[in-house]
């Protein structure tokens, strides 16, 4: 690693710190009591499981095929059935993780904390590559290649089935950079990669930049006011991708055009969710908005889950879907945002956003459960 990419990947992991240091002061706000409800619609916990390892014990999963491909903390990576979480291939890194895990159903793609690639044919391992920066992104594994990007922002690209390397693009970056997941997507013939506020359209084979897109106008007196990082996971419906910009946006762009559809100001570090209709998101204090997809107009606002630890998002049928600190899963109207269901997991924090695959919907909590619901 260079002395300028070490210098860069240590100070992102300090804003990223920093942030969580300045939101767990004495002074922290009492989270809202949950209010009774009586569910308006159906649902129930299908199945569920748990990984051991490190903390965190599960990162973000990948969906494929019918599957959910689940990293834990410790190395270890597992396909399961969505329908029934049946155990269909299991494999090991050899040692603790750093980001979650990407796959297209076939190879399997992750990172180590010694900032090791390693890469699984259904739970074998058949390559491994040293990384030149710290890695908090889950690699994208498509197209037989896999595309790794590191908290300095630089994308690499790597042959799926022997490791080849093929190429890197590093462009003059921001001077810091999260250490949080950023945007790493498919899109047609096109890789998607946050850079900084901007979303940057990249030629898979070659490497070079077709196109971006600034989601946020960053602004601050310092280095650390302006950073807006891409959060990720984006959020495609069609040819339109969402994103937040960290403590800054949410925004939409046309990815076939390469074209800004909107932005708006707004506070936050998770994830945003959203389809072709509503774009859904909560601020620091967990006020949540949601916004229409092709226009950017406010659709509503909710302050009935402030100051509880609010997961990222998914949108999905007629709800809104975020995990809180206590393992409680909220299902919202995606029409005003009131709830209509609420079902537990372990009592520990749901992390990362929730993912779908089907009809079954599965979030992960800190504690290393695996929970799978089927709402009706």
């Known amino acids: ?49 748990r990984v051991d390892g490190g903390l965190p014990f599960v990162l973000m999963p990948a969906v494929r095929d019918g599957q959910f491909i689940v990293a834990g903390g410790d190395g270890s990576v597992i396909a399961l059935n969505s329908t029934d979480g049946r155990e269909l291939w299991r494999g090991s890194a050899g040692e603790r993780l750093t980001a979650g895990v990407g796959s297209d159903g076939r190879y399997a793609a992750v990172v180590t904390r010694d900032n090791e690639l390693v890469v699984m044919d259904k739970g074998t391992v058949t390559w491994r590559k040293r990384l030149g920066s710290l890695v908090s992104t889950a690699p994208l594994v498509a197209g037989e290649r896999v595309f790794v990007m590191g908290v300095d922002r630089a994308v690499h690209a790597y042959d799926a089935i022997d490791g080849r390397y093929l190429w890197v693009l590093q462009r003059a970056g921001e001077p810091l950079t999260l250490s949080q997941p950023g945007v790493l997507a498919a899109f047609k013939d096109t890789l998607l990669v946050g850079q900084g506020q901007r979303l940057t359209g990249v030629d898979p084979l070659r490497g070079t930049v077709r196109w971006e897109v600034a989601l946020a106008n960053p602004r601050g007196t310092n280095e650390v006011e302006r950073v807006a990082d891409l959060v990720g996971p984006a959020t495609r419906a069609g040819d339109t991708v969402c994103a937040r910009a960290f403590q800054s946006a949410v925004g939409c762009a046309d990815a076939q055009r390469g074209t800004l559809l909107w932005t708006k100001n707004a506070g936050g570090a998770q994830a945003l969710g959203g389809d072709a209709d509503l774009v859904a998101a909560a601020d620091p204090s967990g006020r949540i908005s949601a916004w229409r997809t092709l226009t950017g107009d406010l659709a509503w606002t909710t302050e009935h889950l402030l100051h509880r630890g609010l997961s990222g998002m998914m949108v999905v049928g007629r709800t809104v879907v975020v995990g809180d600190f206590e393992g409680q899963v909220h299902f919202l109207d995606r029409t005003n945002g ?39």
């Not at 860069?8 to 002074?27: I, N, Q, W």
Request: charged share 15%; net charge positive; with cysteine.
């Open 338 to 376: 009131k709830t209509l269901l609420r079902l537990p997991t372990d009592g520990s924090p749901v992390i990362g956003a929730p993912v779908v695959s089907g009809n079954t919907l599965l979030v992960a909590t800190k504690n290393g459960g695996v929970f799978a619901f089927r709402p009706e």
């Open 1 to 49: 690693m260079s002395a300028r990419s070490a210098r860069r990947a240590g100070v992102g992991l300090l804003v990223a710190m920093g942030a969580l240091v300045a939101g767990c002061g004495s002074d922290k706000p009492k989270p809202t009591p949950l209010e009774a409800i009586t569910p308006q619609i159906a649902g129930r916990q299908v199945w569920s499981t």
